[in-house]
């Protein structure tokens, strides 16, 4: 098993910064592929973005690139959001989960641990 607890949300204005973390428990988290999704009101949960257990590779959702920067620290078990240029339509709950299949994903059935989410709510 593997626990996760993401932090970090919160309020901010469009344009501004925020940053997430999520910090996990339980397993060997180096051997995790670690993924960041978001589920805004009303609509499914989507992919934001993953990084290998190495840190090596990194996937973005389109909407996201070149705003946001996925990192992980594994000395420390934990993995970050880093979320600039923020707009309202970045508002939702962001989920960090974790992988622990060869091949990292963007697909949410590939991962099989989930945290319980933080809110990020942006002012326009």
């Known amino acids: 098993q593997v626990q996760l607890v993401e932090s970090g949300g919160g309020l901010v204005q469009a344009g501004g910064s925020l940053r997430l973390s999520c910090a996990a428990s339980g397993r060997t988290f180096s051997n995790y592929h670690m993924g960041w999704f978001r589920q805004a009101p009303g609509k499914e949960r989507e992919f934001v973005a993953a990084?290998?257990?190495?840190?090596?590779?990194?996937y973005y959702a389109d909407s996201v690139k070149g705003r946001f920067t996925i990192s992980r620290d594994n000395a420390k078990n934990t993995v970050y959001l880093q979320m600039n240029s923020l707009k309202p339509e970045d508002a939702a709950v962001y989920y960090c989960a974790a992988d622990g299949s060869v091949r990292l994903s963007r697909r949410m059935t590939e991962y099989e641990y989930w945290g319980q989410g933080t809110q990020v709510t942006v002012s326009s």
């Open positions: 990084i290998s257990w190495s840190g090596r590779t990194t």
